[in-house]
Each structure stands twice: as C-alpha cells, then as structure tokens.
C-alpha cells in the first residue's frame, strides 16, 4: 500500500532542507518532480528538481486530465502528475509530495478514490523574523518578492487545522528526526499492517 506524505511550508521554512535528509535517511520513499512553468534557479536540473515545460504544455496536459494537483503561483504553473503515485504503487513505496496549501487541498479530494487519505505536514519557521531572515540568507530574490512571500507566509499558515502534523523548524536536526519519527510510525499503522499480521497469524496455524 502506498501512503502520500504531503509536505507544506511557506517559502523559507527550511522545508527543502528537511525533506533532503527524510528522503536520505528512510528507504522506500519515492519523491515526487513537480512539473512547473517557471524559469530554473541556480543549478536546478529538469527531471531532478522539477520538470521544466512550456505555459502551453502545462495547459494541454491540464486539458488531458495529467495532474493529481496542479495551482498557479506567482503567475507559474506548479503541478503533480498523476504518474508519479502509480509509479509508485507499482514500486511498493511512498510518495512524498512537496505541495501548496491550494495543490494540498486538491489532492486530498483527487485520491478519495485511488488510494487511502493522504499524510499531511506542515512546517513553519518560528517567527516572522526567522523567516524573513532565512529567506534574505538564501539571495535568490529581491526585495519586493521577500515582502511578497511574507504577506504570503501569514495565510499559508493560517490554514495550518488542515494538516495532520504541524512542526515548527527550530533546529535541523531535530525536525529531521521528527519528520522521520512521522513517517515511520505511519508506515506502522494498522491498515499498513493487515498483511504482515495475517501472515504471522497463519504460522500459527488453525489452532
């Protein structure tokens, strides 16, 4: 069975960090590319950190039905392509999807019919002043766009009820160890754990 992790952050919360060492340090985790519009940034690679095409690729593919999720952010298209969960069905792993709160909000109502809910996580930084100060230490954008991802981080976060955990990006490590402590213990669930304790009962036998 293959569970989706849906991971959500304003722009600065250190969630790129975090998920980096989640998918470094638990196996079976299949990260999923978003395809998206916009120009890449520094060494970003297609194919490795997202899928980079055309406004009118975008567009026919939302057309033809492609996206689990899909949303327009700062006039560019972002999306998950349906692909990527039924590649990862095939494989027997987990999905972990780096997602908005609107492209969150699609995709739980998308998979109500493929597969079981979604796990939700949102990360935050601890205040507005950390924030606003990991977002100027990255030096990727100006000064009206930093302002703009501000405004924009304070309704991200009011929508926070939505997700199933929320954490609070401290410290590296240890929201790393947390995110890990997520996943695992969602992996041992009991709906995750029918089939092995079927087989465990059958070495028991009829008695």
């Known amino acids: 069975m293959t569970t989706v992790f849906i991971i959500s952050a304003p722009s600065g919360s250190g969630k790129s960090t975090l998920v980096e060492q989640l998918m470094r340090q638990v196996p079976r985790l299949r990260f999923s590319v978003s395809y998206t519009t916009r120009q890449p940034r520094g060494k970003e690679a297609d194919g490795v950190d997202y899928f980079f095409v055309s ?7 939302i057309v033809k039905d492609e996206f689990l999720e899909y949303a327009e952010v700062f006039g560019n298209y972002y999306g998950t392509h349906v692909s990527d969960l039924d590649r990862a069905g095939r494989e027997g792993v987990d999905l972990v999807l780096d997602i908005d709160v609107q492209g969150a909000r699609q995709l739980r109502q998308k998979l109500k019919t493929r597969i079981p809910g979604p796990v939700s ?4 930084a601890p205040s507005r002043q950390i924030l606003e100060e990991r977002l100027r230490a990255r030096n990727q954008d100006s000064e009206p766009v930093i302002q703009r991802r501000l405004n924009e981080a304070a309704e991200e976060i009011r929508n926070y009820p939505e997700y ?3 954490l609070v990006n401290r410290e590296v490590a240890a929201s790393v160890d947390t995110l890990v402590s997520i996943v695992k213990a ?5 709906d995750r754990m029918d089939a092995e304790v079927r087989r465990i009962l059958e070495t028991f036998g009829n008695g």
């Open 186 to 190: 969602t992996r041992n669930r009991r």
């Open 164 to 166: 199933d955990y929320v």
């Open 55 to 61: 406004r009118e690729e975008f567009e026919a593919r």
């Open 121 to 124: 996580i949102f990360i935050l």
